[in-house]
Nanobody
Framework: QVQLVESGGGLVQPGGSLRLSCAASGVTFSLYVGAWYREAPGKQRTLVARVTSDGATEYADSVKGRFTISRDNTKNTMYLQMNSLKPEDTAVYYC????????????WGQGTQVTVSS
């Protein structure tokens, strides 16, 4: 089974930084597309960033220039470096993994809370 565990969330002031981690187990993570989503209260879960097995990245317009997604396949881990955080970034952040070829093989992490407030 694919299992994902997020960590690194917390409370940070506007303009601050956080680094989220997502550890995968039960799979060879290099075969998977990784992504970060976020969900604010009462709002739909939306894509923040994704990284392919080749290292190609995509970002939501709202986070371009501020967030960086990366992966370390030797550690089966994906990261989201968040800089210049804004209050509107407050949400539960979820990691997601999807097999590059067989998309039915996928999993969500449990989520980690990020709160940006002064």
């Amino acid at each position: 089974q694919v299992q994902l565990v997020e960590s690194g969330g917390g409370l940070v002031q506007p303009g601050g930084s956080l680094r989220l981690s997502c550890a995968a187990s039960g799979v060879t993570f290099s075969l998977y597309v990784g992504a970060w989503y976020r969900e604010a209260p009462g709002k739909q879960r939306t894509l923040v960033a994704r990284v392919t097995s080749d290292g190609a990245t995509e970002y939501a317009d709202s986070v371009k220039g501020r967030f960086t997604i990366s992966r370390d396949n030797t550690k089966n881990t994906m990261y989201l470096q968040m800089n210049s955080l804004k209050p509107e970034d407050t949400a539960v952040y979820y990691c997601h993994a999807e097999h590059s070829r067989f998309v039915q093989l996928r999993a969500w992490g449990q989520g980690t809370q990020v709160t940006v407030s002064s």
